[in-house]
């Protein structure tokens, strides 16, 4: 967004605020985490000196260890989050998949809580993009959010009229001949709105055509569809 006068003050106020709440946020919940890794350390050590016999020594570290791994997991959710926190110019470089694996992880939760299967297939080798990959990010972002949005309104829609709907989203990653795209298709079950419109929020479809407006400047073309968003680069 380059023209500031554009904005609304309650979108100035957002824009400001936004990253400040974020990186708090992050830093937060940064210290318990290493509170807990270091109590865990502390803890295997003990277990090793007690003299335990060896079923009880395993039962306690297998216990420790499962802390350690959702620990870890944390902890890489904290870091990816705190990669939004500043909005500096990012002069690296960053490829469509590198893209998806990084937002993926910080958004597959939220499908996994909704009973949302994500299926995810590769094709190709990916190449760096002329494009500031936190932009980048921040489209994959979007078009993923859109999409359990989307799956979200059909499931009500079904249960409204008592018909069963599987709840899917399918993603192709593909790489071939200079062209790098993102496919993102969803079950669009077997009821249809009257009025042939989706019901998501507001916010979700504004992103989309904000993301839509500024990788038109970057050589790239995003379309939405009722059944599934492409995003192609040449």
């Not at 996994?112 to 590769?122: Q, Y």
Request: aromatic letters at 6%; glycine letters at 6%; one cysteine or more.
């Amino acid at each position: 967004m380059t023209d500031l006068t554009k904005l609304s003050d309650e979108e100035l106020l957002l824009c400001t605020t936004f990253p400040e709440l974020l990186g708090g946020l992050a830093h937060e919940v940064a210290q318990p985490l290493n509170a807990i890794s270091l109590t865990c350390e502390v803890f295997s050590i003990k277990v090793q000196r007690l003299g335990l016999n060896e079923a009880d020594a395993k039962f306690f570290q297998d216990k420790l260890s499962n802390i350690r791994n959702q620990v870890k997991r944390a902890s890489d959710t904290v870091n990816g989050v705190r990669r939004y926190t500043s909005w500096p110019k990012d002069s690296s470089k960053s490829d469509l998949e590198s893209s998806f694996n990084r937002i993926s992880s910080l958004l597959r939760q939220q499908f996994i809580s909704r009973g949302i299967e994500l299926n995810v297939v590769t094709r190709g080798t990916f190449q760096p993009l002329d494009l500031d990959p936190i932009l980048l990010d921040l489209t994959v972002a979007q078009c993923l959010v859109f999409s359990r949005h989307r799956v979200e309104s059909l499931e009500s829609l079904h249960k409204e009229e008592g018909v069963s709907y599987s709840k899917g989203v399918e993603v192709l990653l593909h790489s071939a001949s200079g062209e790098n795209s993102m496919f993102i298709k969803w079950n669009l079950g077997t009821v249809v709105r009257n009025d042939g419109e989706q019901d998501v929020p507001t916010s979700s479809i504004v992103g989309l055509e904000a993301s839509k407006t500024l990788l038109g400047r970057f050589g790239g073309n995003l379309e939405i569809h009722p059944e599934h968003i492409s995003l192609n680069f040449r």
